[in-house]
């Protein structure tokens, strides 16, 4: 059972930014998509971005697309994700989550989840 850890996770003014860390607990098969996801009060869990460890493709919800990045650290089984120039409707709190199951913004595709961080953005 792999156990995926967030961290980062805090509150800014609008315009700022964040980096989000997921540690895996154990090395998970590069066969696996690593996403994010968030989940604000009132709203279904929400696909941010997803990072395909063999190749590092990555991909991204519209609103997000040229302000959030995903990376990998392999060493280290740790995803992040950078976000900038936030936005008071990012504010939700941030799941990273590892899976092959399905479409790559589907919940059900992913097996593996954190605990999630907060996320708060002020404006």
């Known amino acids: 059972q792999v156990e995926l850890v967030e961290s980062g996770g805090g509150s800014v003014q609008a315009g700022g930014c964040l980096s989000l860390s997921c540690v895996a607990s154990d090395y998970i098969d590069s066969s696996l998509c690593m996403a994010w996801f968030r989940h604000a009060p009132g709203k279904d869990r929400e696909w941010v971005a997803v990072?395909?460890?063999?190749?590092?493709?990555?991909k991204y919800t519209n609103s997000v697309k040229g302000r959030f990045t995903v990376s990998q650290d392999n060493a280290n089984n740790t995803v992040y994700l950078q976000m900038n120039r936030l936005k008071p409707e990012d504010t939700a709190i941030y799941y990273c989550?590892?899976?092959?199951?399905?479409?790559?913004?589907?919940?059900?595709?992913?097996?593996?989840w954190g605990q999630g961080t907060q996320v708060t953005v002020s404006s």
């Open positions: 989550a590892a899976g092959d199951s399905g479409p790559i913004w589907s919940v059900s595709a992913y097996k593996y």
């Open positions: 990072l395909f460890p063999a190749d590092g493709v990555t």
